[in-house]
């Protein structure tokens, strides 16, 4: 038996009044979807354990069968190892936005959106002007890059506002505070003029976009112990593939094969279509393959209702349609990891819609795949870890 898990980053919500009191899932057209969960299972899913950061880290982590308590490992590590870091003891590693502030207000967690290439060069600027013997500057993609930092443990115990929390909102009182935050602050500082004089940003602000204005440090993490690969947790082999570090990064310490297709971004621009069928084509060498895709959570975050709506029928057209017409039996799972409401412009730790579908997989179906048709069905699953068991049909102990 082969198996599909989509995962559909951010795309449930709260109901928008400008949609007639329904949520983008509800408003989007998603005749696939839908008829999975006329035919399969459907309920809600507790991806993000009580007390744990609404993220896409613990809510991930549930998604592929692990426990984001006992098995946590900090984002900024996950993300560490997805571009091939390895942390020493005595190292934290920390996401680091390229983040554009304007007046003390967070007009762009992400410089809007600005390109990998244009970044990489600015990261490039910031590690040749402040790398030390402490600091060291990695790049990833687009605005999210990884800091990692020598020397100070306490940086794990400081509190951190992620950026997109406070979009539009001032930054006073939202910088890292606690253990080491001193450490951080000073660095913010310092990176300033260094971001005011990269070529790079110049040209960004010559072109009217937004330049990056100061690196927004969050998320932190250290080198992970004792994590029981995907394959010997569930004797099956599998692979993933996302635009997104953090995904990756799980791949990596989870054991899991990273599939490189080309055009899969972490935007509205991703090929979609070529994104599903690199993931059928890797089924003929892989039991089960996981496909992210990021590009719902992006619009929640922009605050774009229209722009939720086209990425979540992108995805129902172009990904689960291809899984739906796959030509040999294939179990498939389809579910966002958390809500991101586009009131909020941020994630929630909300229960998410999930619907199984294939042999051996009925009851407890839906009219429809959203929000309110799953809670209609009275199916919970919490810990939400434990719909990896469901579609694998066995009982797991990862």
Known sequence: MKHVVVIMDGAAGWPLEELGGVTTLEAARTPNLDA????????LA???????????????????????????????????????????????????????????????????????????????????????????????????????????????????TPPH???????????????????????????????????????????????????????????????????????????????????????ALFGIDRLQIEGVTDGADTDYAAQAEGALAALASHDLVVVHVESPDEEGHAGDVEGKIEAIEAIDREVVGRMRRYG?????????????????????????PFVLHGPGLSGAGARSFSERAATETGLLVDPGRLVMDMLLGREADA
């Open 165 to 251: 929390d406070i979009s539009d909102k001032p930054i006073a009182g939202h910088e890292p505070q606690g253990a080491g935050a001193e450490v951080l602050l000073d660095l913010m500082e310092r990176a300033r003029p260094v971001l005011a004089a990269s070529p790079a940003n110049r040209a960004r602000a010559e072109r009217e976009d937004l330049p990056a204005t100061d690196i927004w440090p969050f998320w932190p993490g250290v080198a992970p112990r004792g994590l029981r690969p995907f394959s010997e947790a569930r004797g099956i082999r599998a692979a993933l593939t996302s635009g997104v570090d953090l995904l990756n990064g799980l791949a």
């Open 46 to 160: 507790q991806t993000v354990p009580s007390g744990a950061e609404p993220s896409s880290s613990a809510a991930c982590t549930s998604i592929l069968g692990y426990d984001p308590v006992r098995d946590y490992v900090g984002r900024g590590a996950i993300e560490a190892a997805s571009v091939g870091i390895s942390l020493a003891e005595d190292e934290v590693a920390l996401r680091m936005n390229l983040v554009h502030v304007a007046d003390g207000v967070m007009r762009s967690y992400s410089c809007g959106h600005v390109s990998t290439e244009e970044s990489r060069s600015i990261v490039e600027d910031l590690a040749r002007e402040l790398a030390d013997e402490t600091f060291a500057f990695y790049p990833g993609v687009s605005y999210r890059h990884i800091l990692v930092v020598k020397g100070h443990p306490e940086l794990l115990e400081a509190e951190y």
């Open 36 to 43: 999975l969960a006329r035919e399969g299972v459907v309920g």
């Open 328 to 352: 040999e039996p294939l179990r498939i799972l389809c579910m966002p990891d958390h809500p991101t409401p586009i009131a909020l412009k941020t994630h929630v730790g909300e229960p998410v």
